[in-house]
Nanobody
Framework: QVQLVESGGGLVQPGGSLRLSCAAS????????MEWYRQVPGKLREWVAR???????YYTDSVKGRFTISRDNPKNTMYLQMDRLKPEDTAVYYC???????????????WGHGTQVTVSS
């Protein structure tokens, strides 16, 4: 059974930092693009950042210069370093990844269950 598991969420004061992790487990041949999304109750899920299989990174405007996405391929893990956090960053953060389960196979769109980030004084 393949799955994505997020960790690292919590409560932090404005201006503080958190580091989220997203680990893929199970029988996986490879991983393509990996992304972070976030969602506030009553609002649509919002795309936050992406790291491609080639390592290229992309960010939504509101987090540019504050968040850094990265991946460790041997560990099948993605990270989101969040600095200078603001109250408006409060949300449940979800990871998503294109998992390749066997050589030549199509990518399987996998989601984690989310981790809560709360920025408050």
């Amino acid at each position: 059974q393949v799955q994505l598991v997020e960790s690292g969420g919590g409560l932090v004061q404005p201006g503080g930092s958190l580091r989220l992790s997203c680990a893929a487990s199970g029988s996986i041949f490879g991983i393509g693009a990996m992304e972070w999304y976030r969602q506030v109750p009553g609002k649509l899920r919002e795309w936050v950042a992406r790291v491609g299989g080639d390592g290229a990174t992309y960010y939504t405007d509101s987090v540019k210069g504050r968040f850094t996405i990265s991946r460790d391929n041997p560990k099948n893990t993605m990270y989101l370093q969040m600095d200078r956090l603001k109250p408006e960053d409060t949300a449940v953060y979800y990871c998503r990844a294109d998992l390749i389960l066997y050589s030549g196979g199509d990518a399987y769109n996998a989601w984690g269950h989310g981790t809560q980030v709360t920025v408050s004084s």
